[in-house]
């Protein structure tokens, strides 16, 4: 069984561009959580999601971060209009269910030229 | 204040050395996490734990939820137990994001 993958697991782009991050939970997880590390601090949650819904997006900027988790394919994050202080490492986990385990994916680490 | 707080920052020690790291919290908890962030930045699940003590190889790690207090133990350290510990509590209001501590990194000298 495939751990929590991430793809890329590096992204550099350039102020204003776009930024996708995808992540694909393991294999039976219908739960999807996003977090972020920015450089020296800790991780903060983003965005909790479950199939097709979004459950919390309480740490999730209001303004050009969204997230989904179609019924089909992977959880993607998606920044508008990158700017500097959205680089950091990103990381993606999934649970088979709620009050489980959270596994954790490699992370992708975005850098904003 | 923190809704997690972690001490030590950092923890230097021989090897073989018993390491203790402690973990406060202020919040109502259905459970509590122990991550372990290697150098290369991934991150692994350790413990997942809501009450009582668990045991994994040489870790161990207990929760006392009247004190709302948790700490991790590693026996036997080794230069490869070298990470950030970081400990994250997910909330008892149904939702099960985690908040995480600050972390704590340790390093084992041969």
């Known amino acids: 069984n495939a751990g929590v993958m991430q793809n890329p697991r590096h992204l550099v782009r350039r ?24 450089p020296e601090e800790g991780l903060k949650f983003m965005v909790y999601l479950q199939k097709e819904n979004i459950i919390d997006e309480s740490g999730m900027p209001k303004e050009r971060f969204s997230a989904e988790f179609p019924k089909e394919g992977p959880s993607i994050l998606r920044i508008q209009q ?3 202080g959205d680089s950091a490492a990103y990381f993606c986990a999934s649970s088979p269910l709620r009050q489980e385990t959270q596994y954790f994916g490699p992370g992708t680490r975005l850098l904003v030229l | 204040k923190n809704e997690v707080e972690q001490s030590p920052q950092n923890l230097t020690a021989q090897e073989g050395e018993f390491i203790t790291i402690n973990c406060s919290y202020s919040v109502g908890i259905s459970a509590l996490h122990w991550l372990q962030q290697h150098p290369g930045g991934g991150i692994v699940s350790l413990f997942m734990l809501s009450s009582g003590k668990k045991k994994h190889g040489r870790l161990i790690a207990t929760i006392n939820i009247q004190e709302k207090h948790s700490s991790l133990h590693i026996t036997a350290s080794h230069p490869r ?9 997910s909330s008892n209001f149904g939702n099960e994001k985690l908040t995480f501590g600050t972390g704590t990194r340790l390093t084992i000298i041969p």
């Open chain 1, 15 to 38: 102020r204003g561009q776009e930024a996708r991050l995808r992540c694909s939970p393991m294999k039976g997880h219908s739960h999807v959580y996003w977090y972020r590390q920015l």
């Open chain 2, 81 to 89: 137990d070298s990470a950030v510990y970081i400990c994250a509590v």
């Open chain 1, 82 to 84: 990158v700017v500097r």
